[in-house]
């Protein structure tokens, strides 16, 4: 796992999108894990740019989102489909078409994440995964306790997410915010060739600790990253504050990407 410290969150996101556009640069068929949240709308700006500027063009690549909330429409203004719709794919030149949030209307769950699964197998895996942190540690909605070999299946948040999400979104309405989502799982996840993570703020602190020095652990599902041979974290300096070997991973980082 490779840690890049910056200064702010804005250098942070510039970098990771400077990891992407270079890649769909080098193959503009790249199949993109995408994830909402707060974290990635700076880094989301930045490919829009990229592709304003003629640097890079989305026009071949497909994507995949990581999750939805069960029980929301696509149409729904909280919904993860309506999140990338205005976020990410009516910035860039992405063919909706191409794009791929899981049902949270669909009435079979299990059915829909197995088609979901496939479709990804099909399209030959993800090539480049983005991902967040949740302040307890979870990539996508795979919360504490989940199997760090589980797949996309339904999921149930815990209430410190629901918390978060609801600071975020849904007005601050505790009772608003949907109880189960679907979600891809630790397992699926793991399998992209490529992950970029991000995380800024003093609230991700214990968990960027727990993701990169605690033990590999289901207690922390971002820390099965630890055993990806290409996942980077991208954070700023609040972030990466507990780390005991910030530093070392600093200078590692840069002399890696320096060599790129
Ligand atoms: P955030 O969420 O980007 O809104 O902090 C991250 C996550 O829960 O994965």
Redesign the pocket.
């Known amino acids: 796992m490779e840690i890049v410290i910056c200064k702010t969150r804005e250098e942070a996101s510039r970098k990771a999108a400077d990891m992407i556009t270079a890649l769909v640069r080098k193959n503009p068929k790249a199949v993109l894990g995408l ?1 909402t ?4 709308v700076l880094m989301y700006n930045e490919l829009a740019k990229d592709v304003k500027a003629k640097k890079v063009s989305f026009r071949q690549v497909r994507s995949w989102n990581l999750d939805e909330y069960y029980g929301l429409a696509p149409t729904h203004d909280q919904s993860y489909r309506y999140f990338m719709n205005e976020n990410l794919f009516r910035k860039i030149d992405i063919k909706l078409s191409n794009t791929h949030v899981l049902n949270g209307l669909a009435k079979d769950p299990a059915k829909e994440c197995k088609a979901y699964e496939a479709a990804i197998r099909r399209a030959g895996g993800i090539d480049l995964q983005v ?4 302040s307890d540690g ?3 909605f795979n919360e504490p306790g989940t199997s760090l070999n589980s797949r996309t299946s339904i999921v149930y948040l815990t209430p410190s ?1 629901i918390k ?1 999400n609801a600071r ?1 979104f849904f007005h601050g309405r505790l009772d608003e915010v949907p109880t189960a989502a679907l979600s891809m799982g630790v397992g699926t996840i793991c399998e992209a060739r490529k992950v970029v993570l991000l995380a800024f703020g003093a609230n ?1 602190a214990d968990a960027v600790k727990g993701m990169v020095e605690g033990g590999i652990s289901q207690f922390c599902t971002a820390s099965a990253l630890q055993a990806h041979n290409d996942a980077w974290v991208f954070c700023d300096e609040a972030a990466a504050s507990k780390l005991k070997l910030r530093k070392y991973y600093a200078w590692r980082s840069a002399t890696k990407l320096g060599s790129r």
């Not at 949240?37 to 990635?40: E, F």
């Not at 991902?131 to 949740?134: E, K, Q, R, V």
Request: charged share 10%.
């Open positions: 994830a949240g707060s974290t990635p991902l967040g942190i949740g979870h990539i996508a997410t978060d975020l991700k």
